[in-house]
T-cell receptor, first 115, second 109 residues
């Protein structure tokens, strides 16, 4: 597609429920990233995919968070048993290969509110 | 761990005044990138600096990368109301892009 597409754009969920956030990167981009941004805060790195593999999962905050990428394209970030502190904007980004020398393009984000 | 410190957190300037935000890393960076996020929007890539001591300009924006590749700055000359937003630096450590906390810029007209 023309840009990085994320869905849903907004999600309100009850504490304890599971949520899935989807990212469709720019066509042809092999690198995909997930970041989290809490209200008024900076960008917190979650995970990075190169193709379907995740060489760096160090940012996932707990074992309730997982992510996968299939077909070298779409990625899903899953949060199990959501907590109120999970409320944030989850931003997906993609780039042609990897960080070095490549522009990273962000999606509009998925706004998650846990009530 | 790898951390990028960015200051100031917030700056409110009069239209026409200059603005600068600074980023510092405790370890050497492969490169540094700068992003702008408008209120309610998502980060948009501005520029990447790779070489030690590099200086790049984009109209009223001047970006610098320190000689030791551990610090960087973004300077805006004669701010305009369209400059409002949060400016993030992002340090590339080769295997991870670590964002600074951002500097929020507000411009009074």
């Amino acid at each position: 597609g023309a840009g990085v597409s994320q869905s849903p754009s907004n999600k309100v969920t009850e504490k304890g429920k599971d949520v899935e956030l989807r990212c469709d990167p720019i066509s042809g981009h092999t690198a995909l990233y997930w970041y989290r941004q809490s209200l008024g805060q900076g960008l917190e790195f979650l995970i990075y995919f190169q193709g379907n593999s995740a060489p760096d999962k160090s940012g996932l905050p707990s074992d309730r968070f997982s992510a996968e990428r299939t077909g070298g394209s779409v990625s899903t970030l899953t949060i199990q048993r959501t907590q109120q502190e999970d409320s944030a904007v989850y931003l997906c980004a993609s780039s042609l290969t990897d960080y070095s020398g490549n522009t990273i393009y962000f999606g509009e984000g998925s706004w998650l509110t846990v009530v | 761990g790898q951390q990028v410190m960015q200051i100031p957190q917030y700056q409110h300037v009069q239209e026409g005044e200059d603005f600068t935000t600074y980023c510092n890393s405790s370890t050497t960076l492969s490169n540094i990138q700068w992003y702008k996020q408008r209120p309610g929007g998502h980060p948009v890539f501005l520029i990447q600096l790779v070489k030690s001591g590099e200086v790049k300009k984009q109209k009223r924006l001047t970006f610098q990368f320190g000689e030791a590749k551990k610090n960087s700055s973004l300077h805006i000359t004669a701010t305009q109301t369209t400059d409002v937003g949060t400016y993030f630096c992002a340090g590339n450590y080769g295997n991870k892009l670590v964002f600074g906390a951002g500097t929020i810029l507000r411009v009074k007209s």
